[in-house]
């Protein structure tokens, strides 16, 4: 198994309420959420891992149940899109224009962060020292 981190942006904030807790019933607990009011989108990613072979299922689940949203995963150095965009955590930040600014950064590394604590309790990541 390759775990890998699920994130899914919304657009826009009609029915937010209503897709976050579908999306939350079927991919189980969000544990980081972040509202981007001037841009009209929320940020979500979810406690349980999956690998990496289950995200073109995961990504046809999201697009059913909330079409018009993207999702992806957080690796440990690395953000990939459900479209194939690769954005590299370089210099502390994302490369992508769509996904620049602070906000979504932080977004980005507290769920990397999460994601690297959840290797470590798994023992698939060395502990800290």
Same mark, same amino acid.
């Given at each position: 198994?390759?775990?890998?981190?699920?994130?899914?942006?919304?657009?826009?904030?009609?029915?937010?309420?209503?897709?976050?807790?579908?999306?939350?019933?079927?991919?189980?607990?969000?544990?980081?959420?972040?509202?981007?009011?001037?841009?009209?989108?929320?940020?979500?990613?979810?406690?349980?891992?999956?690998?990496?072979?289950?995200?073109?299922?995961?990504? &046809?689940?999201?697009?059913?149940?909330?079409?018009?949203?993207?999702?992806?995963?957080?690796?440990?150095?690395?953000?990939?899109?459900?479209?194939?965009?690769?954005?590299?955590?370089?210099?502390?930040?994302?490369?992508?224009?769509?996904?620049?600014?602070?906000?979504?950064?932080?977004?980005?590394?507290?769920? &990397?962060?999460?994601?690297?604590?959840?290797?470590?309790?798994?023992?698939?990541?060395?502990?800290?020292?």
């Amino acid at each position: 198994m390759k775990p890998v981190k699920l994130f899914v942006v919304l657009n826009g904030d009609t029915e937010g309420r209503n897709l976050q807790n579908l999306l939350e019933a079927e991919f189980r607990p969000i544990d980081h959420r972040m509202s981007l009011i001037p841009i009209g989108r929320v940020l979500l990613s979810f406690d349980r891992l999956v690998d990496v072979e289950e995200m073109p299922e995961c990504n &046809r689940k999201v697009s059913e149940l909330a079409p018009g949203s993207r999702s992806g995963f957080v690796q440990n150095h690395r953000v990939v899109l459900s479209s194939t965009e690769l954005l590299q955590f370089k210099s502390g930040e994302i490369q992508l224009p769509e996904f620049a600014g602070k906000d979504v950064l932080i977004f980005f590394h507290e769920a &990397r962060r999460r994601f690297r604590d959840q290797l470590r309790t798994m023992c698939l990541l060395r502990q800290k020292r």
